[in-house]
């Protein structure tokens, strides 16, 4: 479907237990565009007897019901098209499928079938088996064969009841489809991922696997030699732990987890927070809490990430809203970790980690590395050994490290996780605390000039707001669509790609008196972190929050704006008093800011020489 021009997206729903449960495959092609999950069944091909009465219960009036005429069920509907498939014999008829292939080949005459009746190119099937089967001759010939032989049953003893066909298109040309698990493999590799630590869980497995099968393809040096290192840890806990030295020794670093996994993680990123190491770490989520619901997706880890660890921290997380962002994230999370020298977390979910998706091509990065502020022998030489590891020199609340295997006698410190000084000394005095957090609670600042901005979607006279995150981007925007024509509601909507939130997020929410928070949660998780950062706009929120584990749709979406949206006319004049107020009130904080340190001439050379080192090549 997606070789003839139509655009389109896949959704794997399979069960997270071995007892042979039933599993679903959803595909939506859609002339417009759109391809979000959609909880309309227009198409439903049965193959399973024990979801058979679900199945076609689940079939949109009007729609089509294609099913193995060897499930001997009733059919108990009379207002969708019924196809049965004579699937058995038309394996049988083929002398050339070897009777222990049978159950497995006979999926193509499903497909057969189905070609012929919405019009779908035999030309592309023949191209996907030719793609899946590597150009093995024998087995291409032999599944569509079968395929063949389905379409043309079909043909002469089917007739066309319902008015579902394709047709070729053009909305695809110099697209691929990829999955966001494999896509931020490949931007780990192409942003110098040296070291991976991680433990097997679902959905953030096959990142790992991806970067097992690509680095040995991508790092080929001449002389046999890896420069990589992929270990499977006894555990999670284990796996950060070895990534975080890798990390303090100089490696960029990295680990895979869900939810489950980043639970155990929390003491090791307390340890990375404040120790100040840098790190990746991604975070596949699903649903919750404990075992949760393993193959089901989520937007549930959110304010546990971003307040990971006991005492007072806070995460540099980054948000992927497709899969070509998993790929870019993969590689600008490694730079963004070594500036701000601090864990950071990106935030995928199965949907997107596991489902295929349309995406532009992955594009090399187009900077150089930044591997943040490093002194090397001649640095230390130039400062006269006169440097602190934690001292705050320029006013960023970044200080600059040093890496094992330097040679001049003042490069090494003390990396430790109890209270130290600027010059990583232990100490327990109140006031050198107190400093040492408050330069943490700076640095968090800083990254704001480092974290991806927000994408904004916008439309012409629109009166109220949406904030979202992540894979909800597709529900969204066909949302948008919908309650413009079917309601004549406008809206803008911004995705926030990053936490700590970014100058673009407070001018968009001081521009609404109604703004809906959108995710895949219970409780609002966004919600929740944006009323503790911009509490003057609280009472403007509104949280649209809906979980259960299927993927953000546009129906829900859009009744869940309905619901509690406010017609213009019903805003009190004393709740628009009230955010005027409000906003009055954050223009006057604004002049109080503090400015900026200037950097003397010293502290600028310093700098020039830590960006000399940055410009390493992505290898």
Not at 207 to 215: I, P, T
Not at 501 to 512: G, I, N, P, R, S
Not at 541 to 551: H, K, L, S
Request: glycine share 8%.
């Amino acid at each position: 479907i997606f070789k003839m021009g139509i655009p389109g997206s896949g959704k794997n729903l399979f069960p997270s237990n071995i007892q042979g449960l039933p599993t679903w495959y959803t595909i939506r092609a859609n002339k417009d565009g759109f391809i979000a999950h959609n909880e309309q069944r227009d198409i439903v091909i049965a193959m399973n007897p024990n979801s058979f009465a679900r199945d076609l219960a689940s079939v949109t009036p009007g729609g089509a019901f294609f099913y193995a005429d060897d499930i001997k069920q009733p059919i108990t509907r009379t207002d969708v098209a019924i196809y049965p498939m004579p699937v058995k014999a038309i394996v049988r008829n083929d002398a050339n499928v070897p009777s222990d292939f049978r159950d497995h080949v006979a999926n193509m005459v499903y497909v057969g079938v189905l070609a012929q009746m919405i019009d779908m190119d035999m030309d592309k099937i023949y191209a996907a088996l030719d793609f899946h089967f590597k150009k093995k001759q024998k087995p291409i010939d032999m599944n569509f064969n079968v395929v063949k032989a389905g379409a043309e049953w079909a043909k002469a003893n089917l007739e066309k009841k319902d008015a579902f066909h394709l047709e070729h298109m053009n909305k695809t040309e110099g697209l691929i489809m990829a999955d966001g698990n494999m896509a931020g493999a490949l931007g780990a590799i192409y942003g110098g991922v040296q070291f991976v630590g991680w433990y097997p869980i679902t959905p953030a497995t096959s990142l790992a696997e991806s970067l097992n099968d690509y680095l040995p393809q991508l790092r080929n040096r001449e002389d046999g030699k890896h420069t990589y290192a992929v270990v499977q840890a006894e555990d999670e806990l284990a796996a950060l732990g070895m990534s975080i030295g890798a990390g303090w020794s100089g490696l960029r670093a990295m680990t895979s987890t869900s939810g489950p996994g980043l639970s155990l993680m929390t003491e090791f990123a307390g340890l990375a927070y404040y120790a100040e190491v840098p790190v990746v770490i991604w975070d596949v989520q699903r649903i919750g809490p404990s075992t949760g619901l393993p193959t089901r997706t989520s937007q549930g880890d959110l304010t546990f990430t971003h307040f990971i660890g006991h005492g007072d921290s806070q995460s540099v997380i980054l948000l992927p809203g497709d899969v070509y962002e998993c790929f870019e994230f993969g590689w600008k999370s490694f730079d963004i970790a070594e500036r701000i020298q601090t864990p950071v977390f990106v935030l995928s979910d199965l949907d997107m980690g596991m489902n295929q998706w349309i995406s532009k091509p992955f594009k090399y990065p187009d900077s150089p590395m930044d591997r943040g502020k490093i002194l090397l022998e001649e640095d230390i030489e130039e400062l006269k050994g006169n440097w602190g590891r934690y001292a705050d020199t320029d006013g960023d609340g970044i200080g600059f490290r040093t890496f094992p295997g330097n040679k001049h006698p003042m490069s090494s410190y003390f990396t430790r996780g109890t209270g130290h000084d600027d010059h990583a000394k232990y100490s327990e005095e109140a006031d050198v605390y107190l400093d040492n957090m408050d330069r943490l609670k700076r640095k968090h600042e800083t990254a704001k000039k480092y974290v991806p901005a927000p994408v904004l979607h916008a439309m012409k006279g629109a009166t109220v707001g949406i904030i979202a995150y992540g894979s909800t981007e597709a529900a969204i925007l066909e949302a948008q669509y919908q309650l413009e024509k079917e309601r004549g509601l406008k809206t803008d909507f911004l995705r926030v790609r990053a936490l700590p939130f970014t100058k673009e997020v407070d001018a968009f929410l001081a521009k609404y008196d109604q703004v809906f928070i959108v995710e895949m949660n219970r409780d609002g998780q966004m919600a929740q972190i944006m009323m503790t950062e911009y509490p003057q706009y609280a009472p403007n929120f509104r949280t649209v929050a809906y979980g259960d584990g299927m993927p953000a749709s546009a129906k829900w979406v859009r009744e869940g704006i309905l619901a509690k949206y406010m017609e213009k006319k019903t805003v009190s004049g004393k709740q628009k008093a009230a955010g005027s107020k409000k906003k009055a009130v954050k223009k006057v904080a604004a002049k109080k800011a503090v400015p900026a340190k200037k950097t003397s001439a010293r502290k600028v050379a310093k700098k020039a020489v830590t960006g000399l080192r940055s410009k390493a090549k992505r290898k």
